[in-house]
């Protein structure tokens, strides 16, 4: 997109559409965005107008037939020449191309096609794409076109193209990939270059350490015997094909496992006459054969290169064929447990390897040290075993697996906490697979797999070994010192699975065995492996020449494995030469191989490893050779002849390729055979000898003639290989010699394959640029950089090799300055390794990875350099590296921080990090961090800051800042600093995540480099933003994106409670609900969805999850939580549907709730849910309605393999199938040889509940059934098909049964008519299918049938085939992937074909595999969409497919044996009685005054059900009981509800409403919610928070109505109180106190009156006292105390206060008043 946008805010929105399987594999895309302001665009503009002419000025290059040398299009001022596109409006377009040939090459070479754009990206770009125009491609309309073979990808500013292209007819074309606008830029300018080079493959015998692929598997170097071959190796992929041969001399097995950096197929095929017919093929790269018959056959291997030029490219192989009898008689010794349940190893289900848990050890052994043997079974799938295992730490970790290759290849695989596979186990030998890695913190699930065969198991349960060893990594280093590569250690003993375990045979050879560490600190180290041997076998080792003195010894042993007599070795491997090596025939017994270790030198050398090549086999398994080479060949010997002399003028390269043989020695001597070569260049040598290291070892020698300089050949599996570069020329030796004398048993004829390939030397630097690791440019002073501007901001990924070592310059980037400029380049290796190379600008000046000052006006030149000393095979050393680079006017950069730094802000001080105790999380953001003048001088630590976790934690910190005034880095480390975390340098940001366990840490930021004291610019700050989060290890889930799924519905009632999108909410007792997108909680939570019911119902509730999810749904009551027992109900082991029927006659409220155990290693946890609510009552009338049409049983007895039928059941038919168990209909027939069964019923699970069983029966006078099988369901993602339930028979049946019943069953109907002269009919689709397997066909189709559809709708059709799927091409059947090519092709060979039109045909639109597919996708299911736009009312159409197009693996048809038919509704019938048709608009106009609406006027309006074929009000509801929408009339109103009836009889006007959305509230919607205001409009409110009691103000404020106060107007107004601040505060203070004051003076003068009046004697009238007086005396005498807390009740209810305290107030006054009052007063206060 090309957009000019106007100032605000925007969002950028991505969309991943996931068109095939994605899985296990990280996907990533090629992105580049730039944002200008218009007067900064125009500027660049400005620069190049110039060069814009009124006509295209484009390259005039052509190509024509490219030379079989180096070509490059023009000198260097043609390359940078600048070419100019005139603009033009609207048009995205090709608008330059050129078409060339490439012609063969010599067979060894490829042409690598390089192309460079330069350009300015955001003014106008340009792209480029490769086509072949010797290979058509066909769209879906049948038009043809070019192939396309690769696009460009873009880099900064340029667009490349590498591609490593065949012989053949191409079109190279460059397009605008997007529209231009030339008002704004008249041109797009760019730049081409060109260059193509021939790689030739001998140039990879230097690069690529691995040999070629053998022509021919029945070479004496590679087969064991006539009868056996075993090869495991890894060989060099030299083209696109490869094949070999070999010969099968009896009935044999055979296994292939093939691997490669590259796609690759693979495929058996058997001669055939005089051709060729395949047999079998590779799946994920396994092929299988249990039996191959005697013949001659041939292995085909295809490979497919990708856009990228792929180096190296490897295949890893590993081949056994065997005669099947010996692996039968193998077998028999199997002794497999019973009840067919897999023994796997006790790891914990949750292995953590922390801190506290390491070293861990598992070595699958018993007590006494015996090796423990488990067992899988192949019939129960490919995952044998899994578990979660949490890293907590860096870990190496080294798994070791042993199983017989032939029979079981147990694999082993990690896959990370994202779901990818991270690793999978290689074969270090046969029967022998390693995982060995170094694992980062995180959550992976360690798997164990096996080839799943579909064809009859060889074996009935596979027997393996596991041992598994995991240290910290920093531990294993310190005691290993090995780095980037895969160590073995020496195994203790060869008696298990993976070495001699299965038929006493074994081959063994890696480069890396590890030396005991402990050897460094020892004279002597000594190792002992025992051994086995059960009959009399040849045993052969070679150890290469090594600093430390091994020696190798083999001796008589116990069965303990105690050495018999140490004095006495059986033999040794001391020869006269450096190795060691021997070969004997040794009789069955006891052994053990005894390694000596001698440190002679005292090596302190780190990580000490040797090479060793291994091989014991029975005598009778050895290859048949003669004993002597002449009798049956001319010669004793055949070695190759060599050249005496090489001169340049001999030609170059020179190549010898050579088969020969030699006579072996006895123990009188050893074999060899010297040349002598002169050699007048300096040159580059590889040397090769082949053979069969088990009966004839050789090994190559190279020296010079004066022995100054001498080598030997390193020991690969069967060859021995020399490789040397840059040798001087001179007088040169070969030697071929064998490194041991042979056992006189086993001397005979020896083969061997001898290459040569000599070259003269190339001096020259080596960049190898990818298109993973960007372009590193030479000149800056070009279009992308610096041509057109002054300013540049690079971040590149550079990959270089440089010959020369580390002090000269290995690259230069020249530019140039036309002002002076602020220069910054940074150079780093990645989060943990230093700077793999340095830099300056003068070679005089430092090296420095950190270069930052201004730089005048003038030319300059960067020079690289390495910054290692690495070997490498190139020679020299090899780096990858970050380069960043930044260059802007001094002056601009003054000024964009002078306007940063003008406002005032201080620096930044971080938060203290507060982790959540709840759920440990934390989380800071800050977008203006701030650095003051003083900080961003500073070199080093700026910030330390200090945290601690309580649980295992991920961290993840962000600091984005202007790289180009100062570079940020991140760390954290432990509190002992032992532990270092560091971020990964990117463009003007560093990101740091990292997993840590418990502990106290500290997150570090520091600055690399401070602004430099020789700039005389002072800066005075520098900003970043900074984001900071810590969470819980274990809250995984909620970091994953889920967004692509849906949450589960809560309210089913309520338009708002989350159904509206999958047919909600519930209209009058009705709901039609499906989704198979819902999400699971990912904490494990219940999912409860709430609904109400009024009257009988039936529920039928459907659930599908396609991962390992144990989930289970139930209904409950949820006013008395009791929950409904189901009607009828059925699981499988990823489904469960179930019925329900509520007997309810009042409203009644109910609750589904879903609880399932989360699989935890599963994120974005989805589901499939039907839900289908009806009343009995209406579903009543619809089975009466439902007798029409013909009532058609399928037969009991089925006499053809094809039958299908769309008939019903009647509640007759059902009791009179009906016994104790439930109904049954049964249909039976029987088969002569295996067959496949496909049997499909679809039904509507509202009227039935139906399940299909298989039973099988031997047969005889009295048959006896036994389940042999039972139906899944399978449903279709649309609306309309919810509940057109299917259940599915796909079963193989077994010839062993003779008879079968297929069974439809039900427990008890669902709904039964009240009387038998009642008739229900319960309508069903039938199909039946059967097939031998010689005919592949469609087994079914879902929907079977369609009657009365919704043309408005997309139509959805699922078909199942029985076989996966292969799809014509010209070459061969190709396997339909997910790919769009495969769907593109798909969706032209199937189609609706109109019945009554044989020229309308419909295609579907789109093409996928169905989204509930449960397990592996396996390639059998394909959900077809048919768009609406395409599909006619009222017509029949008929489901095709294309003859001719559709294959199985084998290249036979497939077939659709049964009919489809689908009937959409008609025009008259579309409205349904209730509406208008308009066929111009193709809607119903339903009637007004029915309250009709949908697209058939088939629905109720909101606010009306339906009851008798009318749509009406439920009682004591009218339009405007829930309140009138802002749309409403006098006359006509838009409820803002749905109205519900009274559930209370004796008032039937206390409705309630349900409103439609949550901006309206109260109990008949009549008002707006908090938060919205303007009723009926309800818009909402800018105040956040919300105005509770109030109305929002344009400003965004509350303004409150007057007794309502606060910024949300949520407290009471001062003066005011109570539940609605009704209460006016100071009026009722001051009547609450007069109240107080007139009951406390009524108590004084009670207490005095009382007390006077006790006082008066009899008999005494002078102490007699009036009533009168003891009023005036206690009133009138006494009234201070109460006057003064009267005035203070007065000015207390006059003060501003709650109620409460101010009553509390006066109550403490009064007491104190009385309290001061006299005696009197007080006796009478406390009698009181």
Not at 422 to 436: A, E, M, T, W
Not at 598 to 613: H, I, S, V
Not at 1122 to 1138: K, R
Not at 1665 to 1690: F, Y
């Amino acid at each position: 997109m090309f957009e000019k946008l106007q100032p605000g805010s925007y969002v950028l929105n991505f969309q991943f559409l996931v068109l095939k399987d994605v899985s296990g594999t990280c996907h990533s895309f090629n992105f580049e965005l730039a944002i200008a302001p218009v007067n900064d665009f125009q500027t660049d503009v400005n620069a190049y107008k110039h060069v814009c002419k009124a006509a295209d000025h484009l390259p005039d290059v052509e190509l024509g037939v490219l030379p079989v040398s180096t070509f490059q299009w023009g000198n260097d001022d043609d390359i940078w020449t600048v070419n100019s596109l005139v603009n033009e409006d609207g048009k995205q377009r090709d608008f330059w191309s050129r078409d060339f040939e490439v012609p063969r090459g010599s067979g060894t070479t490829t042409l690598i096609f390089q192309l460079h754009l330069g350009y300015r990206f955001l003014t106008g770009d340009v792209a480029v794409r490769l086509e072949r125009t010797d290979v058509q491609e066909v769209d879906r309309s049948g038009n043809k076109s070019n192939k396309i073979v690769a696009f460009g990808f873009n880099g900064y500013n340029q667009h490349s193209l590498l591609h490593s292209i065949q012989e053949g007819s191409y079109k190279l074309v460059l397009y605008l990939p997007v529209t231009q606008n030339k008002t704004v830029s008249p041109c797009t300018p760019f730049t081409l270059s060109i260059n193509t080079s021939w790689q030739t493959r001998e140039e990879d015998i230097f690069s690529c350490p691995h040999a070629k692929l053998p022509k021919d598997f029945d070479s004496p170097t590679l087969a064991d015997s006539a009868d056996i071959i075993r090869v495991m190796d890894r060989f060099l992929v030299e083209d696109w094909f490869h094949s070999f041969n070999f010969t099968v001399t009896q009935l044999s097995t055979i296994r292939v496992d093939a691997t490669s950096q590259v796609p690759l197929q693979f495929e058996l095929n058997q001669q055939y006459g005089s051709g060729w017919r395949k047999i079998s093929s590779d799946v994920d790269g396994e092929l299988f054969v249990t039996e191959i018959p005697v013949g001659n056959y041939q292995m085909n291997f295809y490979y497919a290169f990708l856009d990228e030029l792929v180096f190296c490219p490897f295949l890893d192989l590993e081949f056994v064929l065997r005669p099947k009898n010996h692996v039968e008689d193998r077998l028999a010794t199997f002794n497999c447990p019973g009840g067919h349940v897999s023994t796997i190893p006790a790891l914990p289900t949750r292995l953590t390897l922390g801190t506290f848990s390491l070293p861990y050890t598992f070595s699958g052994t018993t007590p006494s040290g015996k090796e423990n043997i488990y067992y899988a079974f192949p019939e129960l799938g490919g995952v044998v075993a899994e578990w979660d295992v949490v890293v907590a730490d860096d870990v190496y970790f080294h798994l070791t697996i042993g199983s017989y290759f032939i029979t079981s290849n147990i694999r082993a695989e990690l896959i990370s906490s994202s779901g990818f596979v991270q690793l999978r186990s290689d074969s270090v030998s046969l029967n022998n697979n390693h995982l060995v890695a170094e694992l980062q913190p995180d959550t992976y699930k360690l798997r164990l797999t096996q080839f799943e065969n579909s064809g009859t198991p060889l074996v009935t349960c596979s027997p393996f070994t596991f041992s598994l060893y995991a240290e910290q990594l920093g531990d294993w280093r310190q005691r290993t010192f090995c780095e980037d590569i895969t160590v073995l250690d020496i195994p203790s003993t060869l008696d298990s699975l993976n070495f001699l375990g299965f038929d006493g045979s074994m081959k063994i050879q890696n480069n890396h065995w590890l030396v005991p560490v402990n050897v460094s600190s020892r004279l002597l180290v000594e190792h002992e492996t025992f051994f086995e041997v059960k009959e009399s076998s040849m045993i052969r080792i070679y150890v290469e020449e090594h600093m430390i003195d091994i020696d190798i010894e083999l001796h008589l042993a116990n069965a303990n494995g105690t050495i018999i007599d140490s004095s006495r070795p059986v033999v040794t491997g001391a020869n006269a030469f450096g190795e060691e090596s021997f070969a004997k025939t040794v009789d069955p017994g006891f052994y053990v191989l005894k390694f000596l270790f001698w440190n002679w030198e005292n090596a302190k050398t780190p990580c000490l490893t040797f090479d060793m090549q291994l091989a014991i086999s029975p005598v009778s398994q050895l290859p048949v050779r003669d004993k002597k080479c002449t009798i049956s060949r001319a010669h004793e010997h055949l070695w190759p002849s060599v050249p005496s002399s090489l001169k340049k003028e001999d030609g170059l390269p020179y190549i010898k390729e050579f088969s020969g043989y030699f006579q072996q020695s006895d123990v009188a001597g050893f074999e060899e055979h010297s040349y002598n070569i002169s050699i007048h260049y300096e040159f580059d040598i590889h040397l090769e000898l082949g053979y069969n290291f088990l009966v004839g070892d050789l090994v190559l020698q190279f020296s010079r003639a004066d022995k100054s300089f001498t080598a030997y050949g390193d020991n690969e599996n069967t060859r021995n290989v020399f490789n040397a570069k840059h040798l001087p020329a001179g007088d040169y030796s070969i030697t071929i010699y064998e490194a041991t004398s042979n056992d006189p048993d086993a001397v005979a004829c020896s083969d061997f394959d001898f290459f040569m390939f000599i070259d003269q030397s190339k001096d020259e630097v080596v960049e190898v640029e990818k298109k993973d690791n960007g372009w590193l440019p030479t000149d800056l002073n070009t279009i992308p950089y610096l041509l057109y501007s002054n300013e540049l901001k690079l971040h590149e990924q550079a990959f270089l090799v440089f010959s020369s070592g580390i002090s000269s310059v290995a690259k230069t980037i020249k530019f140039e300055l036309k002002v002076a400029s602020l220069f910054h380049l940074v150079i780093d290796g990645g989060q943990n390794s230093a700077a793999p190379f340095l830099a300056n600008l003068e070679e005089s000046q430092p090296k420095t990875d950190d270069l930052l000052k201004v730089l005048q006006p003038g030319s300059y030149t960067i020079n690289l350099y390495s910054n290692r000393d690495t070997p490498h095979l190139f020679g020299g050393s090899v780096s990858l590296a970050n380069i960043h680079l930044s260059i802007q006017p001094y002056e601009t950069m003054k000024t964009e921080v002078s306007q940063l730094c003008s406002a005032s802000k201080a620096r930044w001080v971080p938060d203290e990090v507060s982790i959540r105790e709840t759920d440990g999380y934390y989380h800071y953001r800050e977008p203006n961090a701030r650095l003051d003048s003083r900080q961003v001088t500073i070199t080093g630590d700026l910030y330390t800051i200090p945290f601690e976790v309580e649980e295992d934690s991920i961290i993840s910190v962000q600091v984005y800042y202007e790289f180009l005034w100062g570079d940020l880095r991140l760390s954290v480390t432990n509190k002992a600093k032992t532990e270092v975390h560091r971020g990964n340098n990117d463009f003007n940001s560093n990101d740091l995540q990292a997993f840590l366990t418990p502990g106290e840490y500290q997150l570090i930021i520091n600055q690399p480099l401070g602004w430099p004291a020789d700039i005389d610019y002072r800066l005075p700050c520098s900003e970043f933003f900074i984001r900071f989060s810590i969470s819980a290890a274990d809250s995984g889930a909620d970091r994953v994106d889920c967004s692509a799924y849906a949450t589960f519905p809560w309210d089913l009632m309520s338009p708002s409670g989350g159904s509206a999108d999958f047919g909600g909410p519930m209209q009058f007792g009705r709901l039609d609900l499906w989704s198979n997108k819902f999400l699971m909680n990912g904490d494990g939570t219940e999912l409860v969805s709430a609904f109400s019911l009024s009257e009988p119902s039936l529920i039928s509730l459907f659930i599908s999850q396609p991962s390992w999810n144990d989930l289970s749904a139930v209904i409950e009551n949820s006013d008395s939580q009791v929950a409904i027992a189901p009607h009828s109900e059925h699981h499988t082991w990823y489904q469960q549907v179930s019925a329900f029927k509520t007997e309810q006659t009042r409203l009644t409220n109910f609750d589904i709730e879903l609880s399932y155990l989360p699989s935890s290693w599963t994120s974005c946890a989805q589901f499939s849910l039907g839900l289908a609510i009806a009343p009995i009552k209406q579903l009543e009338r619809e089975l009466q309605a439902a007798c029409t049409g013909p009532h058609t049983l399928p037969p009991t007895t089925m006499a053809s393999n094809v039958y299908q039928s769309s008939s019903y059941f009647t509640n007759q038919d059902i009791a009179a199938h009906t016994s104790t168990n439930g109904f049954a209909y049964n249909m039976e027939f029987t088969i002569t040889e295996n067959t496949d069964l496909d049997a499909a019923l679809t039904y509507n699970p509202l009227y039935s509940f139906y399940v299909l069983r298989v039973y099988a029966s031997r047969g005889g006078a009295t048959d006896s059934w036994s389940l042999f099988s039972e139906g899944s369901w399978n449903t279709v993602a649309e609306e309309d098909n919810t509940h057109s339930f299917t259940q599915v028979i796909d079963v193989r049946l077994d010839k062993r049964y003779p008879k079968y019943r297929l069974a439809i069953e039900q427990t008890k109907p669902l709904i039964e008519p009240a009387s038998s002269s009642q008739t229900y009919c319960y309508p069903f689709n039938f199909v039946f299918q059967m097939g031998s397997g010689n005919q592949p066909f469609v087994r079914y189709v879902e929907p079977t049938q369609g009657e009365n559809l919704n043309s408005e709708r997309d139509f959805y059709v699922e078909l199942r085939f029985s076989d996966k799927l292969f799809l014509h091409s010209e070459a061969s059947p190709k396997a339909a992937d997910r790919t769009r090519f495969t769907r593109d092709l798909l969706i032209t060979y199937i189609y609706l074909q109109d019945t009554k039109s044989s020229a309308k045909k419909v295609y579907p639109a789109d093409v996928r595999a169905p989204e509930d597919n449960p397990g592996p996708d396996d390639g059998t299911r394909w959900l077809f969409t048919f768009s609406s736009k395409n599909l006619e009312y009222g017509a029949h159409y008929q489901l095709t497919l294309v003859s001719g197009k559709l294959f199985d693996e084998a290249g036979k048809e497939m077939v659709l044996r049964t009919v489809h038919n689908y009937t959409m509704a008609a025009f008259e019938s579309r409205c349904n009685g209730h509406g208008t048709y308009n066929e111009n608009t193709k809607k119903c106009i339903c009637n007004v005054n029915e309250h009709r609406t949908g697209a058939s006027c088939n629905e109720c309006e909101t606010g009306f059900y339906e009851q008798d074929g009318k749509c009406v009000r439920p009682v004591g509801c009218d339009d405007r009981s829930c309140g009138c929408g802002p749309s409403s009339t006098a006359s006509h109103c838009v409820p803002l509800g749905v109205c519900s009836p009274s559930t209370d009889p004796a008032h039937p006007e206390a409705i309630t409403c349900s409103c439609d959305s949550p901006k309206y509230a109260g109990d008949r919607c009549e008002k707006c919610a908090v938060g919205y205001s303007n009723y009926p409009m309800c818009t909402q409110d800018k105040c956040d928070p919300p105005c509770e009691h109030g109305t929002c103000t344009d400003d965004g404020t509350c303004k409150c109505k007057d007794n309502w106060d606060g910024p949300a107007c949520s407290t009471c107004a001062p003066g005011f109180s109570g539940s609605n601040c009704e209460t006016e505060n100071g009026i009722m203070k001051v009547v609450g106190m007069i109240l107080v004051v007139l009951i406390v003076i009524a108590i004084v003068a009670v207490g005095v009156w009382y007390y006077k009046f006790r006082r008066v004697t009899i008999g005494d009238d002078s102490g007699l006292v009036t009533n009168e007086e003891i009023l005036m005396e206690g009133i009138g005498q006494k009234p201070t105390a109460l006057d003064s807390s009267d005035s203070d009740s007065s000015s207390l209810g006059s003060s501003s206060g709650s109620w409460d305290n101010t009553k509390n107030v006066q109550a403490a006054q009064v007491d104190s008043s009385l309290s001061s009052d006299s005696d009197e007063v007080v006796g009478g206060s406390n009698l009181l």
